[in-house]
């Protein structure tokens, strides 16, 4: 069984950068892949980035140029980097995780789920 505690959530103003943390706990995540989706108020739950056991990474098109997906095994944290924030980036951010290969946009993809951290973007 795997935990994960988000965190590194705040308000900033349009243009700042925040960095958020995914760490879990319970069990390794070094072959995982692992994700971060974010949901407003009256919206469905929407991927954000994606990053494989190998790696390899894949962002959403709102994310592109401006956020960056890592990870740290010795660590077992995952993290999302958040440049040139703007307003409609304000969400509760989630971190997710899966034991399957590779990357996948989709949330019935991933097994595991935390709390979330929530981002306030202001004009």
């Known amino acids: 069984q795997v935990q994960l505690v988000e965190s590194g959530g705040g308000l900033v103003q349009a243009g700042g950068s925040l960095r958020l943390s995914c760490t879990a706990s319970?069990?390794?995540?070094?072959?995982?892949?692992m994700g971060w989706f974010r949901q407003t108020p009256g919206k469905e739950r929407e991927f954000v980035a994606t990053?494989?056991?190998?790696?390899?990474?894949y962002r959403s098109d709102s994310a592109k140029e401006r956020f960056a997906v890592s990870r740290d095994n010795a660590k077992n944290t995952m993290y999302l980097q958040m440049n040139m924030l703007k307003p409609e980036d304000s969400a509760v951010y989630y971190c997710?995780?899966?034991?399957?290969?590779?990357?996948?946009?989709?949330?019935?993809?991933?097994?595991?789920w935390g709390q979330g951290t929530r981002v306030t973007v202001s004009s």
């Open positions: 990053v494989s056991w190998s790696g390899g990474t």
């Open positions: 997710a995780a899966s034991e399957r290969r590779g990357l996948s946009t989709l949330e019935n993809e991933y097994d595991y």
């Open positions: 319970g069990r390794s995540i070094s072959t995982y892949r």
